[in-house]
């Protein structure tokens, strides 16, 4: 614990802010509220948009145009405005460039839908590594850093180890302060669970996964279609065992709300004999998703 809260502190003093990692859109949609001013609401969109794009979050340079683009989409269902308790649903979307191409590939997308936080008009949000400020700065903090370890992890096998590391502190926190969204087995979907989906052994192949794909498939698809392709066939063979370890991990679905519309483009133009390993691949692990996996036999060559 000493040890990652010393890198934690290295990690948030080193750099400055001039290189900030994140490149993140935000937006809030309150028309679910029928009550008071909706000026709170553009503050909290200011406000989250400002703390997602100048904390440093990691020692890493990032220069202007490798910014990770990512995306917030607050959905607030009601709102007290006596207290400030705002809930909802926050739907998080991330994207990676792929190499030698001017296509971007979603690494995120998935609602958090276990949202609950207090924020007044005037409210600072206040970065901290050592406690947890508020429920708020937590459930970005612990996105961040899932965005943050994803990425890594499509470019460098492991790649995102500390910052999955930091995600876990949070989770740790938060479940001490009784908050909805992070006890560990409260719900299969929640931030404990989205991050056991990527650490546990059980389901960690997603990693291995996440390297393959994109660093071995689609960033080679640019010199070689086929090579980079038939890369990605294999590495699809991790999602059998991680369903044979979860058959309900998260991050089978993550995968899914991700990656399932861009394999059924991928294969579009693969050999039969391809499409017909990924289809039964892919329905394997997603057979409520038939409509869809049509599609890659249905293609034409």
Wanted: hydrophobic content about 35%.
């Amino acid at each position: 614990m000493l040890m990652l809260t010393l890198l934690l502190f290295s990690l948030h003093s080193v750099a400055s802010d001039e290189d900030t990692e994140l490149n993140c859109d935000v937006e809030v949609n309150s028309e679910k509220v029928t009550k008071g001013s909706k000026d709170v609401f553009n503050e909290l969109k200011e406000k989250v948009t400002e703390y997602m794009n100048t904390t440093k979050w990691t020692n890493a340079t990032f220069g202007t145009n490798e910014k990770i683009y990512c995306k917030l989409m607050f959905t607030i269902s009601t709102w007290d405005d006596a207290t400030g308790q705002m809930k909802g649903d926050l739907q998080i979307q991330s994207q990676r460039p792929v190499y030698n191409s001017s296509y971007t590939t979603a690494l995120i997308n998935f609602k958090d839908s276990k949202v609950d936080f207090f924020f007044e008009p005037g409210q600072q949000l206040v970065f901290s590594e050592m406690e947890m400020e508020d429920n708020l700065t937590a459930i970005l903090n612990f996105w961040a850093y899932m965005i943050l370890a994803l990425d890594f992890d499509s470019f460098e096998l492991n790649g995102g180890e500390p910052y999955y590391d930091m995600a876990g502190q949070i989770v740790r926190l938060a479940q001490s302060s009784g908050e909805s969204g992070w006890k560990a087995f409260e719900d299969i979907n929640n931030r404990s669970a989205v991050l056991s989906a990527f650490t546990d052994k059980g389901t960690s192949p997603i990693r291995q996964m996440l390297y393959d794909y994109h660093r071995m498939g689609l960033d080679q698809m640019a010199v070689t279609v086929d090579k980079g392709r038939s890369a990605i066939t294999h590495t699809l063979e991790n999602l059998a065992k991680i369903y044979d370890a979860a058959p309900l991990s998260v991050g089978l679905t993550m995968f899914k709300d991700a990656k399932l519309d861009e394999l059924i483009n991928i294969y579009s133009k693969a050999n039969i004999t391809e499409k017909e390993t990924v289809y039964e691949m892919l329905y394997q692990v997603y057979p409520g998703e038939t409509n869809r996996l049509d599609q890659i036999k249905k293609t034409e060559n």
